[in-house]
């Protein structure tokens, strides 16, 4: 098909060009940069329906027309909004080599048969999904719900009634969720923390803080759902467990695939902040680097060079076409956020919202950040895209908070927009798996969830800006 042809050349070059550009500063390859960012454009509008492409065509409208308005040269703000989300492109690129690793060796299913003694009770069980969905997100991205969700259902494939699906749903949903908040791999968290200058290492830590507690406040959230179900969780997981320690092709309680996995895990994200220290390269573009290395350092050591050659093959030949929405989005999101910045459009509305917010000696702009999210995320807009919009204006508002507290702010409200809206990917893909409506997976199974941590966190963040320590 000439769209999809088109578009992984497109997108690919675009991101190539990237690389190059960042290194080498020749004029012609940035401007051939903007053109394959347009060139992109153009292509998933051409393999879109416009029902999954009419949300960029109106970011793309609102743009140009407040560039028509307020931009002394149309063409020349067209090339650099094409620009405006090169890191990111380049990044969501490159991060999906790392589940080629993943799927070479059983390893999550090995780390949950050797840690059967610690998931023997549903409660238990529950909090290593969320934690185990935590880290494969490193790896996968959202692709580890449906890949946890297939996990866990092989566990529980004949029990698929409402209390189930409610148990495995949430636990995976939530979990992910909550990795948007520190995980060094998720696109979103690292470039609000670039865009808004916060250290990263504090907002790591914070985002872990607070999605520990949010793991724990979900753990009790499960329990009283059991007790609302009024059905025993854990004899049948026991049950389920004991027959899948009967497959194991490890015996010893830290078998191998455990204490590789351990190593791959803090080989890449050791390797990401080492080459970053030794460097000063910026994360955005460190972590892209670092990934291409390690993941061919991987095949090389496991003697499987065929392979590697076999998912590059895949994933530019079919891989990259299934992805058109997610890149669209983000360039019409850097073209409309260009405009906003240039005209000062975006910089007043928030000091307006600021102001108004101010009013009640209480309140302020972080209050109201994370309700800004779920909004937009009602109205399909991803979390990635979302979190693109907000801290695109928010990095020219002098906001009198430390940056890590905006993060948090905003991070929070990115986890309750996936939990909760039934137009962004995570719940879609769930919804799609299990065959329950977007509004039961979201709303239903969650919005308790999502309320109780909305005031976890502003109890934080409002107890810090009035009593700074």
Not at 214 to 233: C, H, I, P, Q
């Amino acid at each position: 098909m000439i769209a999809a042809r088109g578009f992984t050349f497109s997108v690919s070059v675009y991101a190539l060009l990237h690389f190059i550009t960042y290194f080498v500063d020749v004029t012609f390859l940035e401007y051939s940069l903007s053109v394959f960012g347009i060139l992109t454009l153009a292509f998933s509008g051409w393999l879109l329906p416009f029902k999954k492409f009419q949300l960029q065509v109106f970011l793309i409208a609102a743009a140009l027309l407040v560039l028509l308005v307020t931009s002394d040269s149309l063409w020349s703000s067209i090339l650099e909004g094409m620009r405006l989300m090169r890191d990111l492109i380049g990044l969501l690129l490159i991060v999906p080599m790392i589940s080629w690793v993943l799927k070479e060796e059983p390893y999550i299913e090995e780390i949950m048969t050797a840690a059967h003694n610690l998931l023997d009770q549903s409660q238990k069980f529950y909090f290593g999904l969320m934690a185990m969905t935590q880290v494969i997100s490193h790896f996968l991205l959202f692709g580890a719900v449906p890949m946890m969700y297939r996990f866990i259902d092989t566990f529980l494939h004949t029990h698929h009634d409402e209390a189930w699906e409610n148990y495995k749903g949430t636990a995976i949903l939530r979990s992910f969720a909550l990795s948007t908040m520190w995980v060094i791999s998720i696109p979103s968290f690292v470039f609000a923390v670039d865009t808004l200058g916060a250290t990263l290492w504090k907002s790591m830590l914070l985002g872990f803080v607070f999605a520990f507690a949010g793991t724990l406040l979900a753990v009790l959230f499960s329990r009283v759902e059991e007790k609302r179900y009024n059905v025993d969780f854990s004899a049948t997981l026991q049950r389920e467990i004991d027959e899948a320690m009967k497959n194991s092709r490890n015996t010893r309680p830290w078998n191998r695939d455990t204490m590789e996995f351990v190593l791959l895990f803090v080989s890449l994200f050791g390797g990401i902040f080492l080459v970053h220290y030794l460097t000063e390269l910026e994360f955005l573009l460190t972590i892209p680097l670092v990934i291409i290395g390690w993941t061919f350092l991987y095949f090389l050591v496991k003697r499987r060079s065929g392979h590697f050659v076999q998912d590059n093959r895949q994933y530019f030949s079919e891989g990259i076409a299934k992805q058109p929405r997610q890149y669209s989005i983000l360039l019409a999101a850097g073209l409309l956020i260009l405009s906003l910045n240039q005209s000062g459009i975006g910089v007043t509305v928030i000091n307006r919202l600021n102001d108004w917010i101010s009013i009640v000696p209480v309140l302020n702009i972080l209050f109201l950040l994370p309700f800004i999210m779920i909004f937009l995320g009602f109205i399909g807009l991803g979390p990635l895209a979302v979190i693109v919009l907000v801290t695109g204006v928010l990095q020219d508002v002098p906001l009198p908070y430390p940056p890590e507290l905006i993060v948090l702010s905003i991070t929070s409200g990115s986890v309750m927009s996936i939990i909760l809206s039934p137009f962004v990917m995570p719940l879609i893909i769930l919804s799609s798996i299990n065959g329950l409506s977007g509004v039961r997976n979201g709303i239903r199974f969650n919005w308790q969830y999502a309320a109780a941590f909305y005031v976890l966190v502003q109890l934080f963040i409002q107890t810090v800006v009035h009593l700074p320590l």
